[in-house]
């Protein structure tokens, strides 16, 4: 038998955010197709980073991670997102909230399960969840508020179903699910014995007057949901990998073993460094930041259309999908193509983000970069007008 790859690695595909961001690095362009959060960490988590350099924070951590951090997760989901969690029992610290997603993934999902997306999604929930041999199924969301109903998850549903995935604020299209919404879902998968595999990375990240729910805190939810974010994007450190989920310790304990066994433990200074530092911001550092952002989103809004590419307006996170239908090109990576070549700005093509049809006319862009960067972007895109 000729050697190959195996079943699972020829169903996964690169990201097209990777492949944009290689292709706009190649011409020097202005990225804004990788999330990569351009700030500067707030201080104190610097400080406390470098505080655990001179204490000598060097080894592994428990496989769930630093005790000191785990406490302070319980208490921020207590506060934030309405979580009561034990840190000794369901807490994981894990190698970023996509780390988490796949332990929970090997933890409670078997090869065959399905797993209910809504569309449109992100490329690394799907991967993830083909990944551990689970297939996805999907719930297309109706643009411009991109809504749904209960019946609308309900036929996607089989005897195969074992979870469904909620991510809000949402990724691409900056959706923010309503408290009704998730009492919904949450209804749903009671009545069919789902889990709900959360992603709420862009907690928050949300704007004009909009409130984060947690589907946990939800009374129908919490024995089932499996919730996940960490602090990547919060604090401008993407590439310091530290997240984390909140479950029932029977599913916490399962989910911390797969994560001993992909990675051990998240980096032991990083997870130093966020306790260390999370505890001297206070509210108005998560104020600042949602009206900061805010502004950011109404930049680049406003160029888009002046740019003659129509932005659907985000109620969350810091991405904005456009209507790209006037650019050249027959599929959207094409007009992604053009944009770069021509603006020399880097977008993602909407087919990254939906299964079948349904993205040829969009290009998503992310808007966490720094205000000289994103208005220099601001300025190449209105000058497509």
Known sequence: MPLSLSRQARVIVQSEIRAMSIACEKIGGINLAQGVCDMDAPRPIRQGAQDGIDRGVNSYTRFDGLRELRRVIARKVRDYNGLEAHPDTDIIVSAGATGAFYCACLALLDPGDEVVLFEPYYGYHVNTLRAVGAIPTYVRLRAPDWTFTREDIERTITPRTKAIVVNTPANPSGKVFSAAE???????????DLFIFTDEIYEHFVYDGRVHVSPGSLATAGERTITISGFSKVLSITGWRIGYSVSRARWAEMIGYMNDLVYVCAPALLQYGVA???QALG?????RLRADYEKKRDRMCQALYRAGLPPHIPQGAYYVLADVSRLPGETSKQRAMYLLSQARVAGVPGDAFFHGSGGTDLIRFCFAKTDEELEEACQRLERMG
Do not use: K, Q
């Not at 509210?283 to 104020?287: A, E, G, L, R, T």
């Open 182 to 192: 998730l009492e919904e879902i949450a209804e749903v998968s009671h009545r069919y």
């Open 276 to 278: 260390a530092g999370l």
């Open 283 to 287: 509210p108005d550092f998560y104020s």
